[in-house]
């Protein structure tokens, strides 16, 4: 087991930076997302059903997830969610249809739906000495990435096109795929990650 020993093991900061660049990725679909695809020419309502879909998807990602951990490892799920996520970002400024919109939107979502609450989950089965701690700096860690997106996303608009933007979080993502293997390389098949997936918010 993983001691504290009066301070936080390097390990930790793997899960804590992982989690800094998904909250980036999640909050470009959910705070620029919208607005990349009413630039690209769709309606408003167009626009918002593609993050209706987003949504929906997180939360059917997170069961379906959790059902196909009975017959793959999660850890090979864990490892291929991050290049999932860039692959979504990057097709978001491709998409100049309603249809197109609401398609990637729901890929994201699947792709976004299991990594938040796996790291959480893989954090407090590898630092069991400070679970607590641990929790609550993994989730203050995506809280980060949020801000950092959804406050620094506008600032960058006015020197970088948006779509630019979400090319360089999808590099940003290709990173959170690297740390994930890293990460899933320290975890036991019995890791308690998978089982909290479900009932994650």
């Not at 990725?25 to 607005?35: A, L, P, R, S």
């Not at 796996?118 to 860690?141: D, H, N, Q, R």
């Not at 740390?179 to 390389?185: P, Q, T, Y």
């Amino acid at each position: 087991a993983t001691q504290l020993s009066g301070r936080i093991p390097a390990l930790f900061w793997l899960f804590a930076a992982a989690l800094v660049l998904y909250g980036i990725g999640e909050t470009m679909f959910g705070n620029w997302g919208t607005t990349l695809l009413v630039g690209r020419g769709l309606k408003a309502t167009s626009a918002n059903s593609a993050l209706a879909a987003f949504w929906a998807s997180v939360t059917i990602g997170r069961l379906l997830i959790a059902i196909s951990a009975k017959w793959v490892r999660s850890t090979s799920i864990y490892m291929v969610l991050p290049w999932a996520i860039a692959g979504a970002l990057l097709l978001v400024p491709a998409a100049h249809t309603a249809t197109a919109g609401i398609l990637v939107f729901a890929f994201g979502g699947l792709a976004c739906s299991g990594f938040f609450p796996m790291t959480v989950g893989y954090g407090e089965a590898t630092f069991p000495t400070f679970v607590e701690l641990a929790a609550g700096w993994l989730i203050a860690a995506y809280q980060v990435g949020y801000g950092l997106a959804a406050f620094g996303g506008g600032v960058l608009q006015s020197q970088v096109a948006l779509a630019s933007i979400f090319r360089v979080a999808a590099v940003l993502a290709a990173v959170m795929g690297l740390l994930a293997v890293a990460i899933a390389r320290h975890q036991h098949p019995d890791g308690r990650s998978v089982a909290s997936i479900a009932g994650a918010t």
